[in-house]
Nanobody
Framework: VQLQASGGGLVQAGGSLRLSCTNS????????VGWFRQAPGKERESVIV????????YYADSVKGRFTISRDNAKNTVYLQMNSLKPEDTAVYYC?????????????????WGQGTQVTVSS
């Protein structure tokens, strides 16, 4: 099962993007979903996680106040709204479904991954 992440692109610093994560094969309404990112030469890091009921259970300090996560279980889709983007947000963004309903910041807790979508923020 592979999730589909979309919505990435090139944006100027201070701009916004909304990423989407969905899957047509399997519902993940009972799973937490997380967004991760990986910049060149760096390890994949957790950005933000949403529980199965829609509560944000984790977010990185670097995105606090700028990124929000939401989900529409009827559409089997999770969204990442990114505002006030900075050049250091440039990375490939991945969504992933967790083993359980609450998730964590650890990549080991996720079993289904998307292919990634590139976000590039120019200064």
């Amino acid at each position: 099962v592979q999730l589909q992440a979309s919505g990435g692109g090139l944006v100027q610093a201070g701009g916004s993007l909304r990423l989407s994560c969905t899957n047509s094969q399997r519902t993940f309404s009972n799973n937490a979903v997380g967004w991760f990112r990986q910049a060149p030469g760096k390890e994949r890091e957790s950005v933000i996680v949403i529980s199965w009921k829609g509560a944000t259970t984790y977010y990185a300090d670097s995105v606090k106040g700028r990124f929000t996560i939401s989900r529409d279980n009827a559409k089997n889709t999770v969204y990442l709204q990114m505002n006030s983007l900075k050049p250091e947000d440039t990375a490939v963004y991945y969504c992933a479904a967790a083993r359980g309903p609450y998730g964590s910041s650890s990549v080991e807790g996720y079993i289904y991954w998307g292919q990634g979508t590139q976000v590039t923020v120019s200064s």
